[in-house]
Structure formats: structure tokens, C-alpha cells
């Protein structure tokens, strides 16, 4: 199964945040399935704004680390994933972000997306998992 990952639960898990046991638990739970993990080149730079405002190098280069892990993929914004974020929005009036990462986990065939955004589960394009 190949599933969609949320900037938030990235960043719960690489910055060691409160919140990032159970993500830890959730991903290694998916990866003995033998799932794949895969996030957006949006997600990806939303995660990397903290270390680069602070300069925190090590937390960098840990997402460095967790994007070339062999279970993560990284899927491109391309203009299938654009025209399916404009109709999340549309329908759903999702912030921007939050429409293009939910549009590149299903136009890139993820079978399900993991979050902590509750609101983002209204979405029909896309099985939502929300970490409770």
C-alpha cells in the first residue's frame, strides 16, 4: 500500500516532537505491512522552512535523511496534481497547501493520507487517516 504523508506528521517524527510516538508507532506499523511511504515536493519544503529560518542544521540534515530513506518516495507537483487541488479547494474550501498535498498523494496513486488535520478527512478523493 502507498501512503500519502501529511508535512505534520513528518515534522512530529523527524523533530522528535510530543506527538511523535505515535507517528513513530503508526510508521513502523506500516512499514512491517510493507507499505511505502510517500510525500509531496510541497510537503517536503514545508518541512524544511523551520530549520532553514532557525539554521538548525542538524534537524536539516534529519529530513535530509528521512526524504532518501528507501521507504519514502517523493512525488512531484505537476499539473494533474494543480487542477485537483483547484477542485479540493473548490469543494471543500481546503487552504491551498493542504489541496496540493492531498492532490499529490491521490493523483500518485496513494491508497491512503496520514494527518493530524481533522479537517482535511472531509476530503473524498482520498482515504484520510487522522492521528487521534
Not at 515534522?11 to 506500516?30: C, G, M, Q, T
Not at 512499514?31 to 542544521?57: F, H, K, M
Not at 485537483?84 to 469543494?91: I, K, S, T, V
Request: aromatic content about 8%.
Amino acid at each position: 500500500m502507498l501512503i500519502g504523508l501529511d508535512s505534520n506528521c513528518a515534522i512530529y517524527f523527524v523533530e522528535n516532537h510530543s506527538r511523535r510516538p505515535k507517528v513513530a508507532a503508526w510508521l513502523a506499523d506500516a512499514r512491517a505491512a510493507g507499505d511505502q511511504l510517500a510525500i509531496s515536493e510541497l510537503a517536503r519544503a514545508e518541512c524544511l522552512v523551520g530549520p532553514y529560518r532557525t539554521g538548525d542544521q542538524k534537524t536539516e540534515a534529519d529530513f535530509g535523511s528521512f526524504f532518501k530513506s528507501p521507504y519514502v518516495t517523493r512525488h512531484p507537483i505537476t499539473t494533474d496534481v494543480c487542477e485537483q487541488a483547484a477542485r479540493l479547494r473548490a469543494r471543500f474550501n481546503f487552504k491551498l497547501p493542504d489541496a496540493m498535498n492531498l492532490a499529490a498523494a491521490a493523483v500518485h496513486g496513494c491508497d491512503r493520507y496520514l494527518t493530524n488535520d481533522a479537517r482535511l478527512s472531509r476530503c473524498t478523493s482520498i482515504t484520510v487517516e487522522v492521528l487521534s
